[in-house]
């Protein structure tokens, strides 16, 4: 990402006009607002990583924005700039969360450093939010199963994250394709640059290629700065494609040249860049019937398919429902603040016996509904859609007195494989690091030691 620009505030039009000039030639973005009105507009539409902001202004003081700059944006870092005679305000503005002050008049020199060190406060921050969204995100993208099904399809990704070819996952929509490509970058070389996710069934023609290539200032209407591409952020990581089908064909093409040189030039640009990503893609689509119908390039089919890799639909590893149902009972009562105590057994009996169309996704938002309509802590199969509850009481009788080897575990049998495997998933994307692993949970190496020795988990054993 390029750096955040920054926001000049001063009732003084010269000076705002002769500083942003000055900074713009020493490499700054700079926006100005001659108020603090519109200082405050300005920073509810944009993120800004400085702002300065004159102390003494009219209708709104320099102390009165501040706490509106860092009630909009706590992470910019304020600067006040003040006369001799108000030196007290601007120490007093810095107890209340302003970065530094400066005296008028400034010193070009001292501002421009200044800035500079308030900017690398700002990216610290910054670095530290990504790594903590990083790190809860990874907490809960892992892949649950302990069907055979499952289980194979977690080796092969953990093999084939170890070569850089590319990779074409396919397989129904909500069976978790790009849970499994994070598994391959995870299990890479490159897992410690970023995965970058495109799906391409969400944007227009034009949208993709900006959000692909980048665009220089300038290059189009409202292009105000410069827009970083998923291309050049994916540069020594991974770039996951998600519905590839749903690419154009001149899009195609585009990406083809990329994928062949491996260089591109942003939107309203000259300069070559060079970006080395290892490339995943995605599709719920027949891409051979695509490209015999002409819809889908066979220069690019061949290309993005090096290694296949086929997701099994929920239906055919039915014994991993209670798995998945208690990782997504946790996932959502944390985000809730909830506490679930108690699942009623024949609320897993109709989860099983359901086909599950929309596979893992679908089984996902029935959770979360359950948990959402939960009130004292019991799940239950009243809170269902009417087609997964009203399965008759025959099919639930029959599955409970015939069909004994697909009958789902106990709540706490089911809690106990579930965090198991979430242990396993863990400690397998982390190369076996304790103390990486423990952080993400949460909990203090002892703790997962002691919960590894609970459940008999060894390097060995699980064969990661």
């Not at 509106?68 to 108000?86: P, Q």
């Not at 953990?158 to 970058?185: F, P, R, Y």
């Not at 410690?192 to 209407?221: M, Q």
């Not at 029935?366 to 009203?390: A, F, Q």
Request: overall charge negative; hydrophobic content about 40%.
């Amino acid at each position: 990402m390029g750096a955040r620009p920054i926001l000049l505030v001063d009732d003084d039009i010269q000076i705002l006009k002769v500083y942003k000039k000055i900074l713009q030639l020493n490499g700054f973005d700079v926006s100005t607002a001659s108020n603090a009105f519109d200082a405050v507009e300005a920073v509810s539409r944009e993120k800004f990583s400085v702002a300065i902001c004159d102390i003494i202004m009219p209708k709104m003081s320099g102390m009165e924005l501040l706490n509106e700059i860092k009630a909009l944006s706590r992470d910019t870092e304020v600067i006040m700039l003040t006369a001799e005679g108000s030196i007290s305000g601007a120490v007093e503005a810095v107890k209340h969360g302003a970065y530094s002050y400066l005296v008028k008049p400034v010193e070009i020199d001292e501002l421009i450093g200044s800035i500079r060190k308030a900017e690398e406060v700002y990216n610290l921050k910054d670095e530290n939010r990504a790594l903590r969204m990083n790190i809860e995100e990874n907490k809960w993208n892992i892949f649950i199963g302990q069907s055979e099904k499952a289980k194979l399809i977690k080796e092969q990704a953990q093999i084939i994250g170890k070569s850089d070819s590319s990779v074409l996952i396919s397989g129904e929509s909500g069976t978790g394709k790009e849970v499994i490509a994070n598994l391959i970058h995870m299990s890479s070389p490159r897992s410690a640059e970023n995965f970058v996710c495109v799906n391409c069934g969400i944007f227009n023609e034009n949208l993709i290629e900006t959000e692909l290539f980048g665009s220089e200032k300038g290059a189009y209407t409202g292009a105000d700065k410069t827009h970083i591409g998923r291309f050049e952020r994916a540069d020594g990581g991974t770039l996951f494609f998600d519905e590839i089908g749903e690419l154009s064909l001149n899009m195609q093409v585009k990406l083809l040249r990329v994928l062949q040189e491996k260089t591109f030039e942003r939107v309203g640009g000259e300069r070559t860049i060079s970006s080395d990503f290892r490339l995943i893609t995605a599709t719920n689509r027949d891409l051979k019937e695509e490209v015999r119908k002409g819809n889908f390039r066979e220069d690019l089919y061949y290309r993005i398919n090096i290694i296949p890799l086929e997701m099994p639909p929920l239906r055919e590893r039915k014994e991993d429902i209670p798995l998945l149902f208690h990782y997504f009972v946790s996932k959502f009562s944390a985000d809730m603040n909830k506490s679930i105590k108690h699942v009623n057994e024949d609320l897993l009996i109709a989860l099983r016996k359901y086909d599950w169309p929309g596979n893992v996704r679908e089984l996902r938002n029935i959770t979360e509904r359950l948990v959402v309509l939960s009130l004292d802590g019991i799940l239950n199969k009243g809170n269902l859609p009417p087609e997964i509850k009203n399965l008759s009481e025959d099919d639930v009788l029959e599955n409970m007195q015939t069909d004994d080897e697909s009958m789902p575990e106990s709540y706490m049998e089911s809690k106990n494989k579930f965090e198991m495997e979430y242990i396993l998933g863990l400690l397998a994307q982390h190369d076996w690091n304790i103390a990486a692993t423990a952080r993400i949970m949460g909990i203090s190496r002892k703790t997962l030691y002691q919960k590894m020795n609970k459940y008999n988990i060894m390097r060995d054993k699980a064969g990661r």
